[in-house]
């Protein structure tokens, strides 16, 4: 069982509590994603778990066995760095043989597990080359196939797409899923990057200042956040404030400045609270519409398949919209409508 457990797991440098008293199950063949931004413990708990930094308190356990004081070498455990720290003077081959090599393999075992690795990645023919002859991509994959020769109970993945452009990164994103699923090991990836951890993850854990604030699987984070913080960093949300009050036509919140929002309530919040509405499910209305918060266009941004639409609303509240690439936008400085439907929203208590 290649489970990861974190009891209780902090760690203090100095004065300042880096990781706070985290509680983490993680299951066997998951892959798992520490999302949040710089300094909210996220790449410390990876090197924890790695057994390249000592907790201060608390245990960890790999596969049921505790390992909070075994050495790196004996977890059994394959790391990819952003930097992918590949042997610069070494073939590919070289790179990925290089844990093998220092386990003691016979050379025949070595050059088996290394072809099927290169297969596994998509780089065979390409095992003579230096790094230096290869694309970032593939300077990521000879990474991957070294940290997977081995066969790791755990494979941890510290930012290692961040310094590929947008369009390899989606490319090599695709292929970590296949080959993880595929090979079925338990995965851990830190990453600030929301779209890659809910494209990649089967489950999300999203941290701020050393603490966990959800774990939950993509959707659920992305759609029912726990707080105010998963809402805004989860992607783009739009959050009002005020008090939900129940009606018989369904639950609304009314703000302070009087305007009363349709919403639902699926945990029967009542007085004061948060309604978060996601950019893509709020509809840009007419000036002349019968419904919806009346406001006016800042700005619109085309990007592609889609454009975000800045509004003001005329109480002074900062809105913002996605509406279809295809669709004809309205033009800034232009008054609006903004409506959405009921189920569409999250409440959370204030």
Same mark, same amino acid.
């Given at each position: 069982?290649?489970?990861? =457990?974190?009891?209780?797991?902090?760690?203090?440098?100095?004065?300042?509590?880096?990781?706070?008293?985290?509680? /983490?199950?993680?299951?066997?063949?998951?892959?798992?994603?520490?999302?949040?931004?710089?300094?909210?413990?996220?790449?410390?708990?990876?090197?924890?778990?790695?057994? @390249?930094?000592?907790?201060?308190?608390?245990?960890?356990?790999?596969? %049921?066995?505790?390992?909070?004081?075994?050495?790196?070498?004996?977890?059994?455990?394959?790391?990819?760095?952003?930097?992918?720290?590949?042997?610069?003077?070494?073939?590919?081959?070289?790179?990925?043989?290089?844990?093998?090599?220092?386990?003691?393999?016979?050379?025949?075992?070595?050059?088996?597990?290394?072809?099927?690795?290169?297969?596994?990645?998509?780089?065979?023919?390409?095992?003579?080359?230096?790094?230096?002859?290869?694309?970032?991509?593939?300077?990521?994959?000879?990474? @991957?196939?070294?940290? #997977?020769?081995?066969?790791?109970?755990?494979? @941890?993945?510290?930012?290692?797409?961040?310094? /590929?452009?947008?369009? #390899?990164?989606? =490319?090599?994103?695709?292929?970590?899923?296949?080959?993880?699923?595929?090979?079925?090991?338990?995965?851990?990836?830190?990453?600030?990057?929301?779209?890659?951890?809910?494209?990649?993850?089967?489950?999300?854990?999203?941290?701020?200042?050393?603490?966990?604030?959800?774990?939950?699987?993509?959707?659920?984070?992305?759609?029912?956040?726990?707080?105010?913080?998963?809402?805004?960093?989860?992607?783009?949300?739009?959050?009002?404030?005020?008090?939900?009050?129940?009606?018989?036509?369904?639950?609304?919140?009314?703000?302070?400045?009087?305007?009363?929002?349709?919403?639902?309530?699926?945990?029967?919040?009542?007085?004061?609270?948060?309604?978060?509405?996601?950019?893509?499910?709020?509809?840009? /209305?007419?000036?002349?519409?019968?419904?919806?918060?009346?406001?006016?266009?800042?700005?619109?941004?085309?990007? %592609?398949?889609?454009?975000?639409?800045?509004?003001?609303?005329?109480?002074?509240?900062?809105?913002?919209?996605?509406?279809?690439?295809?669709?004809?936008?309205?033009?800034?400085?232009?008054?609006?409508?903004?409506?959405?439907?009921?189920?569409?929203?999250?409440?959370?208590?204030?």
């Amino acid at each position: 069982m290649s489970t990861i =457990e974190l009891i209780g797991v902090s760690r203090r440098y100095g004065g300042v509590t880096a990781v706070d008293k985290t509680d /983490l199950q993680i299951e066997d063949g998951e892959l798992v994603t520490l999302l949040g931004p710089s300094g909210s413990g996220k790449s410390t708990i990876l090197s924890m778990i790695a057994g @390249l930094t000592q907790p201060s308190s608390g245990h960890i356990k790999i596969g %049921g066995r505790d390992v909070t004081h075994v050495r790196p070498a004996q977890r059994n455990l394959g790391i990819v760095f952003q930097s992918y720290a590949l042997f610069p003077h070494m073939s590919v081959f070289d790179n990925i043989a290089f844990p093998l090599s220092i386990r003691g393999l016979r050379k025949t075992e070595i050059v088996k597990r290394v072809g099927k690795a290169l297969e596994q990645v998509r780089l065979t023919g390409l095992q003579d080359r230096r790094p230096s002859q290869l694309s970032g991509g593939q300077q990521q994959r000879v990474a @991957l196939a070294r940290a #997977l020769v081995f066969e790791p109970e755990i494979l @941890l993945l510290d930012e290692p797409m961040g310094a /590929l452009d947008r369009k #390899l990164r989606e =490319e090599v994103q695709l292929e970590l899923r296949q080959l993880q699923r595929e090979l079925g090991v338990t995965t851990l990836l830190v990453t600030h990057d929301q779209e890659e951890a809910l494209s990649l993850s089967t489950r999300v854990v999203v941290l701020d200042q050393g603490r966990v604030q959800q774990v939950d699987t993509p959707v659920g984070a992305y759609r029912r956040p726990a707080n105010r913080f998963v809402a805004g960093f989860m992607g783009a949300a739009n959050i009002f404030e005020g008090r939900i009050t129940p009606g018989v036509g369904g639950n609304s919140m009314v703000m302070a400045n009087g305007e009363s929002l349709p919403c639902t309530t699926g945990d029967a919040v009542v007085g004061p609270a948060c309604l978060v509405v996601r950019p893509e499910h709020i509809k840009v /209305l007419d000036a002349a519409a019968s419904t919806g918060l009346p406001g006016r266009v800042l700005e619109v941004v085309y990007f %592609g398949q889609a454009a975000r639409i800045h509004i003001q609303t005329d109480s002074g509240m900062p809105l913002v919209a996605i509406s279809d690439g295809l669709e004809s936008f309205p033009m800034p400085g232009q008054p609006v409508r903004m409506d959405w439907a009921p189920e569409h929203t999250w409440v959370m208590a204030a």
